[in-house]
T-cell receptor, first 115, second 111 residues
């Protein structure tokens, strides 16, 4: 598509459950980034995909977090055994077209609430 | 660690000019971005500086001094719709688009 799509837009889950968050990036874009934004905090980098591989997953906070990407398109971020501190907005981004100086196009995010 | 500091909140009057400062101390520097984020929405790209100096884009301008680790975003002729958070972000590595973000400055524009 023309933009970055994320689903679901909102997710409420019980502590200890697993969740899957989906990102469908800009069509044809090989790079894809996941960030999260906790209340009152700046965006935190989680993982970066180039094609289907993840050269940099240094931002994943624990081994409960994992992500994959297939077909150089859709990416899924999985959080296992969710904890309350995982509550945040999870944002996916593609670099905008043209030169890097055009920044990212972000999806509208998934607001995750762990209760 | 990586430090990107910006004021938490600012208030300015409609029609006025406001300057939002950002200082950074990072291991590596390959450009600085400003994003605007309205409440409950995703950030949107405003500006990018990689060389020292001022970049002007309509009512918004952004300045960078690499030697001082300092940037500012200047908003002129403020409008009510400019009420938002403004995020400063640094690209540290040359090999990827990964950004390190500050916590953002919440700007309130009052009549």
């Amino acid at each position: 598509g023309a933009g970055v799509s994320q689903s679901p837009s909102n997710k409420v889950t019980e502590k200890g459950k697993d969740v899957e968050l989906r990102c469908d990036p800009i069509s044809g874009h090989t790079a894809l980034y996941w960030y999260r934004q906790r209340l009152g905090q700046g965006l935190e980098f989680l993982i970066y995909f180039q094609g289907n591989s993840a050269p940099d997953k240094s931002g994943l906070p624990s081994d409960r977090f994992s992500a994959e990407r297939t077909g150089e398109s859709v990416s899924t971020l999985t959080i296992q055994r969710t904890q309350q501190e995982d509550s945040a907005v999870y944002l996916c981004a593609s670099p905008a077209g043209g030169a890097f100086g055009n920044g990212y196009t972000f999806g509208s995010g998934t607001r995750l609430t762990v209760v | 660690g990586q430090n990107i500091d910006q004021p938490t909140e600012m208030t300015a009057t409609e029609g006025a000019i406001v300057q939002i400062n950002c200082t950074y101390q990072t291991s590596g520097f390959n450009g600085l971005f400003w994003y605007q984020q309205h409440a409950g929405e995703a950030p949107t790209f405003l500006s990018y500086n990689v060389l020292d100096g001022l970049e002007e884009k309509g009512r918004f301008s952004s300045f960078l001094s690499r030697s001082k680790g300092y940037s500012y975003l200047l908003l002129k002729e403020l409008q009510m719709k400019d009420s938002a958070s403004y995020l400063c972000a640094v690209r540290r590595g040359a090999g990827s688009y990964q950004l390190t973000f500050g916590k953002g400055t919440k700007l309130s524009v009052i009549p």
